[in-house]
């Protein structure tokens, strides 16, 4: 897109923000209208009915014929994987909180009980529509671009041999049917797997029940053997890919597993256990222990969510409920293949020509460095300027260059880092190692065991990190560590000891750094040098701890000091100055924060939000939120980045960090928020970072006064992707380099 055509559109949508009848009065002199209570549950919508609403704006980019198919495919398989981690968490803890007779009501006022009835039946309508995505919209697509997906009855006999040969040879060594009878107890169901409940009868015509759990070692995609198609015009020769569903092939082949027996049925079914895990860390002896052992408990929670056919037999699903103990209202049947999270498979056809454009981040020259005995020149670059970096559209290399730069620097003394999400085959763990085994440093680390779902890999790199003997914590006690901070201390050529800090919006994974927007920001500034110090002695010892030079701190200090920003430019509104906010954000949750941004909207405060997931807040009713607007921003990155700008009369604040706008984020973790003071940075952020995801109108939702969103419009002549632009920026710098 050319950059005319972005001024273009830039100016456009500036008019109409302050033209019309859409614009947002900051002018005191307007009559104010009657401002609404803002502590009315109906101005509120609940954590689950926004996270479930998000979920539709996701399978809404499935359906949408913007996207080449594989990627579109791969919208559906975030879909069904998003929902079974809110079954997981979100519905397992509103079924405990509903077990405990907990009467603490949603934002919206409802309690866990009303809440259970509401998600069942949205829940079940929005699994509906994905699943009519997949037959109607998709399978028909992949079909047109030589991907088939195809039922068991559908393959030719040809296929049928090659494909049971694959299920003599390589399924049915791993198949363990397991009888339900008075001498065999009803088999353990582990969480999120797929089995088969099959019924059989005897020669005497006696009736059984059996289970066969579908390997999830093999794919659920079994590929068939491709066949070429028609020469095109390029004179290539594409392939037709065929796959078939696993569990159909298991079914179509149990005359193996069960000989002398008439099968009478096989019915796929599926089930998510609640995984909302309660660690009672006073009470433990030993965190990691405890960690280990909850994480070995979390095959035994409770049945939320069982899935199957609509075409079960009465005989089958009563097996299942009566010993899986499961409630008839927790009971989903679907016309089709359950739990498609497996879709993702798909994504490893090589066909370029149906997924997004391929690219490669952009590393600045000064930070490229190919000359591995120069890597220490990112300690003098840090020193000349702080440095801003913006992924996936700037790599995340030079943040793995720094850690292993800094284990190997012999002027570096110490390193401190926090790792909440980094992947098992994180490079930045193995550099630690090294700085602590081969170069002797001092390197302390903060593992955050309770990261949800990824304790196992944590568990593990504690343990090696532990053997090599790095001084590791597992953090506070009731607390998740969530910041994302390294501090390098380093006597540098001068000999002056500095504290060398890279604070981030997202975790240390060199994996998701390429499909997840984040910031990263490197600093010297000796204010946050001693806040981050401060910060770790906080975190790894014992400190009273209350207040900090530069950076937020939850749950010290970030949810006052976020709270007088917010106050502060109410009290400008309220001189006659304009006062404005631009908050981007994953969630918006936290009531006491949207009851400061609706008494901003009823000064008269302009607030932009840019909020991906869940948001609680509904924008656009008059003398509550009239000044509010809230836009969603999806696409093939995932935008995970927090970015709060305060317009503070012409001086602006703006901070980035971990934190998001919700309870736990502000109450219950430990995050942070640091600031940007270079006046130059501040300005490409406001300009060529917020300003820019503003005027998306391809990917952006735009959200309505009853809570809902909308997409919003566009023509070809104005259609802008903010993503696309970012792309295009990075390309446009590796070309003039």
Known sequence: MSEEKVEKIVTKNNVNKTDGKNSRSNNLSEKQPHRKNVNHPKYYISRETGLIDFQRRVL???QSEKYKILERVKFLAYVYHNMDEFFMVRVGGLHMQNAAGVAELSLDGKTAAEQLAEIRKTSEYLLEDALHCWHDQLVPKLEDSGISVLDYDELTDKQKNSIDDYYQETIFPTLTPLAFDPGHPFPHISNLSLNLAVILEDIDGKQHFARVKVPASLPRLIPIKRSSGSVRKDGTVPYNHYFVWIEQVIANNLQDLFPGMKILGAHPFR???????IIQEIEAGDLLETMEESVRKRRFGVVVHLAVNKNISNEALNVLTSNLEVDKNDVYKYDGPLGLSNL??????????????????????????????Q????????????ILLHHPYDSFDPVINFIQTA???PRVITIKQTLYRTGLKSPVVPALLKARREYNKQVAVLVELKARFDEESNITWAKRLEEEGVHVTYGLLGLKTHSKIALVIRQDEDDVIRRYIHLGTGNYNHITAHSYEDFGFFTCDPDIGADATDLFNYLTGYSAISSFRKLLVAPITLREHFASLIENEIDLQNQGKQGHMIMKMNALVDKKMIKLLYKASQAGVKVDLIVRGINSLKPG??????????????????EHSRVYYFA???????????????????NNRVEVLFPIENKSLIKHIKENVLDIYLQDNVRAWAAQPDGCF?????????????????MEQADKSKKSR
């Open 60 to 62: 809404a980019e499935a």
């Open 271 to 277: 089930i998510i256990r609640n995984n909302d895990m």
């Open 344 to 373: 993702m498979e798909l994504s490893k056809i090589n066909r370029y020509d149906l997924k997004g454009k391929q690219f490669t981040p952009y590393t600045a020259p000064k930070l490229r460095f190919e000359d591995p005995t």
């Open 375 to 386: 890597n220490e020149d990112i300690f003098s670059l840090i020193r000349e300027e702080e």
């Open 407 to 409: 284990a190997k620097d």
């Open 621 to 638: 009713i008059e003398g509550l939120s009239e000044n509010i607007r809230v836009v969603s921003v999806l696409g093939r990155f995932l």
């Open 648 to 666: 503070n009369d012409g001086e602006p604040t703006v901070l980035m960090g971990s934190a998001d706008l919700m309870p736990r984020n502000l």
């Open 710 to 726: 909308e997409w919003i419009s566009e023509t070809p002549e104005t259609a802008f992707d903010v993503q696309e632009w970012f």
